[in-house]
């Protein structure tokens, strides 16, 4: 079993800058593909980036490719998603996410466990 735990979130201006972590318990972290979804208001999760175990590979959705940046520590047990230029359309909760399948995947169904979400609100 492994629990997520998000932290980060909140409410900035567009252009701005966040930084949201994902602590997870359990002596294993290295051995999950990692990744951070989206929901915002009236639409469907969303994926946004995934990382491997090892960090070595990494996957991004193409909206927030040049913006956004994935990366883990495995030995603090925590990922993080590195935010940049903000803008509204960024808005939503933010999901982390563990896949047992070592190579990031994409699809929301290869995760087998998933953190309580942070808010994130960007004002235009």
């Known amino acids: 079993q492994v629990q997520l735990v998000e932290s980060g979130g909140g409410l900035v201006q567009a252009g701005d800058s966040l930084r949201l972590s994902c602590a997870a318990s359990?002596?294993?972290?290295?051995?999950?593909?990692m990744g951070w979804f989206r929901q915002a208001p009236g639409k469907e999760r969303e994926f946004v980036t995934t990382i491997s175990g090892s960090g070595g590979t990494t996957n991004y959705e193409d909206s927030v490719k040049d913006r956004f940046t994935i990366s883990r520590d495995n030995a603090k047990n925590t990922v993080y998603l590195q935010m940049n230029n903000l803008k509204s359309e960024d808005t939503a909760i933010y999901y982390c996410?563990?896949?047992?399948?070592?190579?990031?995947?994409?699809?929301?169904?290869?995760?087998?466990?998933w953190g309580q979400g942070t808010q994130v609100t960007v004002s235009s």
């Open positions: 996410a563990a896949s047992r399948l070592y190579i990031a995947p994409r699809r929301s169904a290869s995760y087998d466990y």
């Open positions: 359990g002596r294993t972290f290295s051995s999950y593909a």
